[in-house]
Every structure is written in structure tokens, then in C-alpha cells.
């Protein structure tokens, strides 16, 4: 990009105590289910310095509608965190769907699963913990296209290879992104999709390279 028209980094105004709670009663809470609003909370609560890293309360309202008009049935959500955009994946699957839901770290998982198993949607979910990656190659490359997880004490065959999700989130480590996306076009059936959060980065794209 020509950097004479590039634009400065604006001042963050965004993190104040009223800001915050303005934005959770304007954007988070009206006509969210509840387990969302509780999940939020308990994430501010837990992690006062990084609860931001829960999506949007509009972008999780846009994949769920994005997965009902799909009639997604097997999905990926790739870094879980507390799980709010997890939980509203759950939310939007039917009954029989499948989310598999990689995380390298399960300690913040383990904060939302309360509200997870309070919504019902427990069963919809296969937490797996491991480096994204690695567990998306192996869902891809294993022989048979079966992949042998161990979640918790017991250990869960998945059926993967080419073309057998609906659709992935991706919320992880945005560095590797392109490798992500090599292995996630392929895990992916053709007709899927796969969304990216923070593609734009709040428009830093459009920052100067020195900022
Ligand atoms: C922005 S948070 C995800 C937030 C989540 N989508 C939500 O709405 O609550 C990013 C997560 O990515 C996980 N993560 C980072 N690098 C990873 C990797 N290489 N493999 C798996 N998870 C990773 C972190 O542990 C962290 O929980």
C-alpha cells in the first residue's frame, strides 16, 4: 500500500467500566439467550484483561444466522477460549450436530462450560485440546480419514477428510491464518464456508508499516 494514504492509529477511547456496560446492555443482552449474557459475564469477571478476545455479541448473531440458513450440521470452531462463539454455534446446530472445538489451552473452557451445560447444548460439542494445526491435518491426512482423539478420560474417533464440515470459525493464532486456510479449504465441502474473525483487525490493514 502507498503509505501517503495510509491513516494513524486511532487513540483506544473504547475499554472504560461505563463503555463496557453500555455496550453489554445495548449489543450484548437484548434477545440473546441467556447463557450468552452469563457467559460474557463470567468471562469480564474472569479474565478483567482479556474478555475482549469473546467475539462480538453481532458477529456471533451473524454466524448463527449464517449456520441456520446453511443447515450446518458438522462444524469446526477453531480456538474456543470461554466459548461464546462456541456456545452460539452450539445454539444454532440442530439437535444431532457436531461441533468440534480446538483449543490449545482447556483452563478458559472449562469458565464457560457451566453456562454451555446450562443451555443443553453439551452434547453438540467435542472439545479437543491440542495445537490447531496439527489436530486439522490429522482430521485431514489420517489414514481412512478417521482421526483417534482423547477428550477428557476417553478417547473419540471422528470421521474427517475432505469435504466433511459445513463450515469452520476461525478465532485462532491470526499469524497462521494461511496455513489454516490451506488445510480448512479442503476440510471444508465445497458449498461450506469459512469465516475469519478480525480479518480487518479493527482497520489496522490500513495502518502505515511503521505503526
Ligand atoms: C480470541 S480467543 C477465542 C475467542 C472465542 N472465539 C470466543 O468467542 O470466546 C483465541 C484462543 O485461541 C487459542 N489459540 C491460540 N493459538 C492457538 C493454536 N495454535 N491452536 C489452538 N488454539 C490456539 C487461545 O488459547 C485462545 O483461547
Known amino acids: ?13 473504547l475499554n472504560s467500566p461505563e463503555l463496557l456496560q453500555c455496550k453489554l446492555e445495548t ?7 441467556e447463557q450468552l449474557k452469563e457467559i460474557r459475564l463470567a468471562t ?3 479474565y478483567p484483561h482479556l474478555y475482549t478476545m469473546n467475539v462480538a455479541a453481532d458477529e456471533a448473531q451473524l454466524l448463527s444466522i449464517m449456520l441456520k440458513l446453511m443447515n450446518a450440521k458438522r462444524t469446526l470452531e477453531i480456538s474456543v477460549f470461554t466459548g461464546y462463539s462456541l456456545l452460539s454455534t452450539a445454539l444454532a446446530l440442530p439437535d444431532d450436530g457436531k461441533v468440534i472445538a480446538i483449543d490449545v489451552n482447556r483452563e478458559a473452557y472449562e469458565v464457560g462450560l457451566p453456562f454451555i451445560k446450562k443451555a443443553g447444548v453439551e452434547h453438540k460439542i ?3 485440546e491440542g495445537i490447531a494445526v496439527q489436530i486439522l491435518n490429522d482430521l485431514l491426512n489420517n489414514e481412512r480419514s478417521q482421526a483417534i482423539f482423547r477428550i477428557g478420560n476417553h478417547f473419540i474417533l471422528f470421521h474427517g477428510g475432505e469435504g466433511t464440515f459445513d463450515f469452520a ?8 491464518y494461511k496455513n489454516y486456510h490451506e488445510v480448512l479449504l479442503k476440510l471444508v465441502k465445497v458449498g461450506g464456508a469459512i469465516a475469519y474473525d478480525n480479518t480487518l483487525w479493527f482497520g489496522s490493514v490500513a495502518y502505515s508499516e511503521d505503526v
Open 1 to 13: 500500500m502507498d503509505s501517503n494514504h495510509s491513516i494513524d492509529k486511532p487513540k483506544n477511547i
Open 27 to 33: 449489543r450484548a443482552y437484548p434477545n440473546k439467550h
Open 44 to 46: 469480564v469477571e474472569k
Open 126 to 128: 467435542d472439545f479437543v
Open 169 to 176: 470459525f476461525m478465532d485462532a493464532d491470526k499469524k497462521n
